[in-house]
Antibody, heavy 120, light 112 residues
Framework: EVQLLESGGGLVQSGGSLRLSCAASGFTLSGNTMSWVRHVPGKGLEWLSRISGSGDGISYADSVRGRFTISRDTSKNTLYLQMNSLRAEDTAVYYC?????????????WGQGTLVTVSS | DIVMTQTRPSLSVTPGQPASISCKSSQSLLHRNGNTYLYWYVQKPGQAPQLLLYEVSNRFSGVPERFSGSGSGTDFTLKISRAEAEDVGIYYCMQTLEFPLTFGGGTKVEIK
């Protein structure tokens, strides 16, 4: 059974940093593209970043490029999102998600999310 | 970036009645390999998003048959044949043709 468990969210001041983790089970990160997606309260979903199964394919949304870094530890089967220079508009629930197939990044399974609150 | 537009922000449906949600993309989602990379998700209250349909019309594992998808190019539709109380939530379309992946603004479905 595919399971994704995010952690690391919390309250941080504007300009601060957080690292989110996503522990995966039921599949291996080395064989699957993974994404981070966020949901701003009262607004829609925003895709942020992906890392390919091989680890050498990384992409970011313009809104986080240069501030956020996606990475993974295949020995721990865990995905990460390092978030620096946080802004109030980064306040959201952050989800990690597994890609549906090897050809597309669109998610099929999602974690339950972790809330990040950035105070100004 | 490809812009995904869901013109109807909310929809109220009577149980047992059909519902239809539309989505338009700013450019064709048809890939040269012949696949069309349009996905549908639902986010139920207090839950993470769930995959409903992939590549326009294919139901994901466990998705009830009352959900169907249609469309091509830039115009797509999600249909619920007979709405049930458990279908409450916000429905999003998403394109995965190119980066950045982009979502529509969502259509909130309420059951009367």
């Amino acid at each position: 059974e595919v399971q994704l468990l995010e952690s690391g969210g919390g309250l941080v001041q504007s300009g601060g940093s957080l690292r989110l983790s996503c522990a995966a089970s039921g599949f291996t990160l080395s064989g699957n593209t993974m994404s981070w997606v966020r949901h701003v309260p009262g607004k829609g979903l925003e895709w942020l970043s992906r890392i390919s199964g091989s680890g050498d394919g990384i992409s970011y949304a313009d809104s986080v490029r240069g501030r956020f870094t996606i990475s993974r530890d295949t020995s721990k089967n865990t995905l990460y999102l390092q978030m620096n220079s946080l802004r109030a508009e980064d306040t959201a629930v952050y989800y990690c998600a597994k890609a549906h197939t090897t050809l597309v990044t669109a998610p099929d399974y999602w974690g339950q999310g972790t809330l990040v609150t950035v105070s100004s | 970036d490809i812009v995904m537009t869901q013109t109807r922000p909310s929809l109220s449906v009577t149980p047992g009645q059909p519902a239809s949600i539309s989505c338009k993309s700013s450019q064709s989602l048809l890939h040269r390999n012949g696949n069309t990379y349009l996905y549908w998700y639902v986010q139920k209250p207090g839950q993470a998003p769930q995959l409903l349909l992939y590549e326009v019309s294919n139901r994901f594992s466990g998705v009830p048959e009352r959900f169907s998808g249609s469309g091509s190019g830039t115009d797509f539709t999600l249909k619920i044949s007979r709405a049930e109380a458990e279908d409450v939530g916000i429905y999003y379309c998403m394109q995965t043709l190119e980066f950045p992946l982009t979502f529509g603004g969502g259509t909130k479905v309420e059951i009367k």
